[in-house]
Nanobody, 121 residues
Framework: QVQLVESGGGLVQAGGSLRLSCGAS????????MSWYRQAPGEQRELVAT???????HYADSVKGRFTISRDNAQKTAYLQMNSLKPEDTSVYYC???????????????WGQGTQVTVSS
């Protein structure tokens, strides 16, 4: 059984910062790409940032220069440092990871349960 658990969400004023964490646990052989998505009420889920196992990153235009994705491969954890937060960043943030489980040779996508980020103006 593989699990992703997010933490670090909360309420913050505009201009503030939050750091989200996403920890993977279970029978894991390898983790490839780890990503953060977000979904606001009535909106489609959108990609925020991605980091490969080698550390290459990609960001949505709306968060470039404000958010930083990182990972600790030994801890099987990804982070999203969010600075200069805006009210429009308010969403539920979800972690996604491409994980190869024990006894398998393919990567499958897993999602965390989501963590709420609310930015007040």
């Amino acid at each position: 059984q593989v699990q992703l658990v997010e933490s670090g969400g909360g309420l913050v004023q505009a201009g503030g910062s939050l750091r989200l964490s996403c920890g993977a646990s279970g029978r894991i052989s390898s983790i490839n790409t780890m990503s953060w998505y977000r979904q606001a009420p009535g909106e489609q889920r959108e990609l925020v940032a991605t980091i490969t196992s080698g550390g290459s990153t990609h960001y949505a235009d709306s968060v470039k220069g404000r958010f930083t994705i990182s990972r600790d491969n030994a801890q099987k954890t990804a982070y999203l440092q969010m600075n200069s937060l805006k009210p429009e960043d308010t969403s539920v943030y979800y972690c996604n990871a491409q994980i190869m489980g024990w006894g398998t040779t393919v990567y499958s996508g897993y999602w965390g349960q989501g963590t709420q980020v609310t930015v007040s103006s």
